[in-house]
């Protein structure tokens, strides 16, 4: 992969990650238009390095109250910061069970394959829809929310749905505030991410060649700024706007990546 064309896919994946508009979905019709030839394995490596890119820039932004839980934690209380660590381990599960024994079949959807982001678009467009008609509340995330907004999540492993898109809009569905809605959705992911990383690197399922050092790198530092810019933006858009307009974005695209796929 050229260095440019690396870049161009980190900011891609910097914005998008924390837009309802698909991430994983960009990067696939990305890779496309660009003409990337990468085998699925080394399409998923590149995919993995740019959300631990923004995993970091979420961090950065959330710093605050990533803190603020760590010190709630070592007071070993049942307290507000144990019950949300509690919920956002226990939000990973689904995914993490999906990783384990799905993961091979997810790696081949990995490759260019157009036509599966442009349906999955659509439905990411339907979820949007259907939480911007939903009723705001300002519920907080129980254990119960928690395992069903990580049901989404590991339903958005699949290019295409949106992993804040589905998360939030589950969320909102289930009544919870937007503001907790968009903070849990974007802390949740972190520790799945890095618990992948790792999981990749102790494996061995990482190997760096280094024709890729260079392209990787370019990429993560494009996502890391892209994604702090995104996330910083996305917590006031969240709040303030309408889910509608995203889902309004997705239909096109799906739509454009459904005539893409079907023409060639």
């Known amino acids: 992969m050229e260095i440019i064309d690396a870049i161009i896919l980190g900011i891609v994946q910097g914005l ?18 660009l003409g990337d030839a990468s085998i699925p394995e080394d399409s998923l490596l590149f995919t993995v390095v740019l959300h631990f890119a923004t995993a970091l820039s979420t961090l950065v ?6 803190l603020e839980i760590l010190k709630g934690l070592f007071s070993f209380k049942w307290n507000e910061e144990t019950q949300f660590s509690l919920k956002i381990i226990l939000s990973m599960f689904p995914a993490a069970l999906v990783g384990l024994f799905f993961e091979e079949r997810l790696e081949g959807l990995f490759g260019e394959n157009v036509l599966l982001v442009g349906y999955m678009l659509m439905i990411t467009a339907l979820l949007l829809y259907l939480a911007d008609r939903a ?27 949106s992993r804040s898109g589905a998360t939030i809009s589950t969320s909102v569905l289930l009544g919870i505030d937007k503001s ?6 974007f802390l949740m992911v972190v520790p799945l991410i890095l618990g992948k990383m790792a ?25 890391f700024i892209a994604g ?11 709040r303030q706007s ?23």
């Not at 009723?135 to 749905?161: D, M, R, W």
Request: positive net charge.
């Open 135 to 161: 009723k705001e509340t300002e519920k907080k995330v129980t254990f119960l929310n928690a395992f069903i907004i990580g049901v989404s999540q590991a339903i958005a492993i699949l290019p295409g749905i």
């Open 242 to 264: 309408k889910l509608q307009y995203f889902a309004i974005y997705c239909f096109l695209v799906g739509l454009i990546a459904i005539g893409f796929g079907l023409w060639n």
């Open 199 to 223: 999981k990749d690197l102790y494996g061995g399922q990482i190997d760096f060649q280094s024709a890729q050092i260079a392209s990787l790198g370019a990429g993560f530092i494009a996502a």
């Open 228 to 238: 702090l810019f995104a996330c910083t933006w996305m917590i006031q858009l969240v």
């Open 61 to 66: 932004v959330f710093r605050a109250d990533v």
């Open 16 to 33: 998008t990650e924390f837009l309802p508009v698909s991430s994983s979905g960009h990067l696939e019709l990305g890779k496309a238009i």
């Open 180 to 185: 907790k809605a968009a903070r849990f959705s």
